[in-house]
């Protein structure tokens, strides 16, 4: 059974920083691809940021494109996301993603971390 379990959200204000982490476990994740996603309230959940587990090629949203940086360690089975210069619009629940690398579709989720930058 897959499972990833987000931490390291909370509340900061504008250009603070914050870094998520995702926890996954149950299945060896050499040929997937790890991503995030946030959702702000009244709002689709969208794409923020990519990483393939073994060869580490990234994909960010133009969004935080130069402020996120997503990033992955293998020996703990861990991605991460460092989220620099945080603004008010940055303001979302992040989930953590998994898919293989052949497939355009998330396929296992995390419960979400909420992320609340004040202004």
């Known amino acids: 059974q897959v499972q990833l379990v987000e931490s390291g959200g909370g509340l900061v204000q504008a250009g603070g920083s914050l870094r998520l982490s995702c926890a996954a476990s149950?299945?060896?994740?050499?040929?997937?691809?790890m991503g995030w996603f946030r959702q702000a309230p009244g709002k689709e959940r969208v794409f923020v940021a990519s990483?393939?587990?073994?060869?580490?090629?990234?994909s960010y949203a133009d969004s935080v494109k130069g402020r996120f940086a997503i990033s992955r360690d293998n020996a703990k089975n861990t991605v991460y996301l460092q989220m620099n210069s945080l603004k008010p619009e940055d303001t979302a629940v992040y989930y953590c993603a998994t898919r293989t690398r052949l497939s355009n579709e998330y396929d296992y989720w995390g419960q979400g971390t909420q992320v609340t930058v004040s202004s």
């Open positions: 149950g299945r060896t994740f050499s040929n997937y691809v």
């Open positions: 990483i393939s587990w073994t060869v580490g090629t990234r």
